[in-house]
């Protein structure tokens, strides 16, 4: 960029431009390496910031991973080899330790978990979480363990913070004091992590309820507790239950089995208020078993079987919903049949089109990220210690 050109007016530009041409940039000179490496710039650059992408993670003949530019415009390629502003977080119990991922600059930070013997014997014993503080864009790791003791239920959480490089006691002052058996997802919406859970969900106020499902809420910044109780329905319903979050809000997805076929109801909390759900729309399933996916494992085709081309009235081979895109389309698994090979694609609630993005193999599941800076000024691979945590005996 030309010198007669202000550095101030340099910075306007560089600030719009996307993660990838700015690492390449890194390397033009000093001044913008100085201020692309800033951590005002990695703050600032993330707000500015809305190209997303899908990771897909499948088995074909090997473990494989791409990732996929999620906008109103690009196609899918047809060759292919836990999100918060930008990073993914990977967890292992075995390994005893978390990865907080940054896909769009490809560098990770590994935090040691302190897990101890039996909690690695016990992996229901403890449950994760992770997200990334607003205002101060920095990652934080939220560890619970559950236990009883003389018929009292513990809640033993710690908390990671990346700028302290510790684990520490959280903040909270109303840990909550019933036991409950985490379903192994979470969702981050507007600075709240959120579980969905299986506990007690009677009302206090009647009586009535039961074992059921419900939401557990930590906020990033305060570290208090919350719950979020789901409608009867859906508190209550024998069939299974997951949480997404479509355009940024949450949603619950229920799913089982009616009239023989596959139905997923999607569910989503309305102006964020617990148990004002509404119903957005169904995807039917499975109707009966079908012959064969030869006809989807080509990219980029519509799924025949209409005059219309591509559009199922009905939504079948629909096996399971794995998340949506940034345009509010369903991504679904498409399966002919429990042992056959399964196809990622989009279902559209409003047409009920579906199109393959030509991915297939098995085991797949789907992360949305934002590109973003973050990690920039981390060292890569780094493993930080246990801080000064304490808990009731």
Not at 254 to 274: F, I, N, Q, R, T
Not at 287 to 306: C, E, N, V, W, Y
């Amino acid at each position: 960029m030309s010198d007669n050109i202000p550095f101030e007016l340099q910075q306007l530009i560089i600030n719009k431009l996307p993660v990838e041409p700015l690492i390449r940039f890194r390397s033009v000179c000093k001044a913008w390496k100085s201020l692309i490496d800033s951590s005002d710039f990695i703050l600032h650059h993330i707000t500015k910031q809305q190209h997303q992408h899908l990771l897909v993670r499948y088995q074909d003949t090997e473990l494989k991973y791409v990732s996929i530019p999620d906008n109103d415009t690009d196609t899918f390629p047809q060759n292919t080899a836990s999100d918060s502003h930008g990073l993914l977080c990977l967890f292992g119990y075995f390994d005893r330790k978390a990865i907080i991922w940054n896909p769009s600059i490809r560098k990770a930070v590994d935090v040691a978990l302190h897990l101890l013997d039996r909690d690695v014997e016990e992996m229901s014993a403890i449950f994760l979480g992770f997200g990334v503080c607003v205002g101060t864009r920095d990652p934080k790791i939220v560890k619970i363990r559950i236990k009883r003791k003389e018929g009292v239920v513990l809640w033993q959480v710690e908390v990671f913070t990346l700028s302290t490089r510790v684990w520490r006691s959280a903040h909270s002052s109303n840990l909550p004091s019933k036991f409950v058996r985490f379903g192994g997802e979470q969702m981050v919406v507007d600075l709240v992590v959120y579980w969905h859970v299986n506990g007690d969900v009677r009302d206090r106020a009647d009586g009535e309820g039961g074992y059921g499902n419900l939401i557990v809420s930590f906020d990033l910044t305060s570290e208090e507790f919350g719950e979020v109780k789901l409608p009867d329905r859906l508190a209550n319903t024998p069939c299974g239950l997951c949480m997404f979050k479509p355009r940024e809000s949450l949603a619950a997805i229920e799913g089982g089995l009616e009239d023989s076929k596959l139905v997923y109801h999607v569910w989503a909390m309305k102006d964020g208020v617990p148990k004002l759900f509404e119903k957005l729309f169904t995807i039917s399933g499975h109707q009966g078993r079908m012959d064969s996916l030869a006809d989807f494992l080509h990219p980029l085709t519509k799924i025949p079987g209409s005059a219309t081309g591509g559009h199922t009235p009905d939504g079948s081979l629909v096996s399971s919903v794995l998340g949506f895109r940034k345009t509010g389309e369903a991504l679904v698994e498409l399966q002919a049949h429990p042992c056959s090979i399964r196809t990622l694609a989009t279902y559209d609630p409003y047409s009920k089109a579906i199109n393959n993005l030509g991915v297939s193999g098995r085991h797949i599941s789907v992360y949305s990220y934002t590109e973003t800076l973050l990690l920039l000024d981390q060292p890569d691979i780094t493993n930080y210690k246990k801080g000064n945590a304490t808990f009731p005996n």
